[in-house]
């Protein structure tokens, strides 16, 4: 199976920038594509990002021009570069991985204040 560990996160100002790391190990030939999503209070979880194996990559509307995701392949990691942050960029971030079973990070809380 594939276990996934995030960093980063906290607490920003609006305008401002984080980086959110998700280092996957286990079997990790078997991950399709690896993202983050983000789920606000009473909100539904929503893609922010992903990127396949083969490089390509998804953005939600509300981040295209201002997150950037990208992936160490030599450390099996995945990077989520987020600039201009916005209030409404708030919200527990997840790592996932597509893989069987499809697995999740524990979750990251980022918060920007206006």
């Known amino acids: 199976q594939v276990q996934l560990v995030e960093s980063g996160g906290g607490l920003v100002q609006a305008g401002g920038s984080l980086r959110l790391s998700c280092a996957a190990s286990?079997?990790?030939?078997?991950?399709?594509?690896m993202g983050w999503y983000r789920q606000a209070p009473g909100e539904q979880r929503e893609l922010v990002a992903d990127?396949?194996?083969?490089?390509?990559?998804r953005y939600a509307d509300s981040v295209k021009g201002r997150f950037t995701i990208s992936r160490d392949n030599a450390k099996n990691t995945v990077y989520l570069q987020m600039n201009s942050l916005k209030p409404e960029d708030t919200a527990v971030y997840y790592c996932?991985?597509?893989?069987?079973?499809?697995?999740w990070g524990q979750g990251t809380l980022v918060t920007v204040s206006s």
């Open positions: 996932n991985a597509k893989t069987y079973p499809e697995r």
């Open positions: 286990g079997s990790i030939f078997s991950i399709s594509r």
């Open positions: 990127i396949s194996a083969g490089g390509g990559t």
